[in-house]
Nanobody, 122 residues
Framework: QVQLVESGGGLVQAGGSLRLSCQAS????????MGWFRQAPGKEREFVVV????????VYADSVKGRFTISRDNAKNTVYLQMNVLKPEDTAVYYC???????????????WGQGTQVTVAS
C-alpha cells in the first residue's frame, strides 16, 4: 500500500500563488507516475496534471497550462504543484494520485490522498 498526504492548500487572492506538496509513504515506488486532480463543489473530479516516474514527461490540462508547474523529488518521495496566477475557478479540493500507469484518467490511478482545499478569492 501507498499512502499519500497532500499539504499546502489554503486561501489566496486571485493572482496569487500556492505550492502544494504530496508526500508518499508506505510501499512507495519511484517508478510510479504521479498526478494531481481537483474537484469543485457540485462538479466531477477533473484532471489537472500528470508527471512520469522520472519527471521527464508531463501533461497539463488546458485550463492550467502556463500557470501550474508540477515537479517531483524521488529522493523525498514528494511531488509538488506550483500554482501561479490563481483564479477563482481554480477553487477546489486538490487530490494527489499515484500508480504504475501513465494516464490522465482518474480511474486508472491506484492510490489517492485525502485532498487539500484551495480557495481563491476574487
Amino acid at each position: 500500500q501507498v499512502q499519500l498526504v497532500e499539504s499546502g492548500g489554503g486561501l489566496v487572492q486571485a493572482g496569487g500563488s500556492l505550492r502544494l506538496s504530496c508526500q508518499a509513504s508506505g510501499r512507495t515506488s519511484s517508478s510510479y507516475h504521479m498526478g494531481w486532480f481537483r474537484q469543485a463543489p457540485g462538479k466531477e473530479r477533473e484532471f489537472v496534471v500528470v508527471i512520469s516516474w522520472n519527471g521527464g514527461v508531463t501533461v497539463y490540462a488546458d485550463s492550467v497550462k502556463g500557470r501550474f508547474t508540477i515537479s517531483r523529488d524521488n529522493a523525498k518521495n514528494t511531488v509538488y504543484l506550483q500554482m501561479n496566477v490563481l483564479k477563482p475557478e481554480d477553487t477546489a479540493v486538490y487530490y494527489c494520485a499515484s500508480g504504475p500507469t501513465y494516464t490522465t484518467q482518474a480511474a486508472r490511478f491506484s492510490y489517492w490522498g485525502q485532498g487539500t482545499q484551495v480557495t481563491v478569492a476574487s
